[in-house]
């Protein structure tokens, strides 16, 4: 009954910004560590970015500095604040979420454009 749905993409000139969300329902993410993961056309699936329960965060290294994740637990909801977006920006954005000894669960993803 877990599902996540991630919402906020759309087309965005360079330079622009956008604030993805993804809204978890069927289970409280709290507790669980969550992560933003992008996919561009014909390449591979890479990590965005990471959030601990404890609101600790990862970045990938060409994210640093422009992108922020953060969470509203009371909201149960997980965001993603890209600022200074480039082309190679351009990706279907994934939330997902991981419970120790379950299954990991994905979104069905957003799609970012990034162009002029």
């Known amino acids: 009954q877990v599902q996540l749905v991630e919402s906020g993409g759309g087309l965005v000139q360079p330079g622009g910004s956008l604030r993805l969300s993804c809204a978890a329902s069927?289970?409280?993410?709290?507790?669980?560590?969550m992560d933003w993961y992008r996919q561009a056309p014909g390449k591979q699936r890479e990590l965005v970015a990471t959030?601990?329960?404890?609101?600790?965060?990862v970045y990938a290294e060409s994210m640093k500095g422009r992108f922020t994740i953060s969470r509203d637990n009371a909201k149960n909801m997980l965001y993603l604040q890209m600022n200074s977006l480039k082309p190679e920006d351009s990706a279907v954005y994934y939330c997902?979420?991981?419970?120790?000894?379950?299954?990991?669960?994905w979104g069905q993803g957003t799609q970012v454009t990034v162009s002029s």
């Open positions: 997902k979420l991981r419970i120790p000894g379950r299954n990991d669960y």
């Open positions: 069927g289970t409280l993410i709290g507790i669980y560590t």
């Open positions: 959030i601990t329960g404890g609101s600790s965060t």
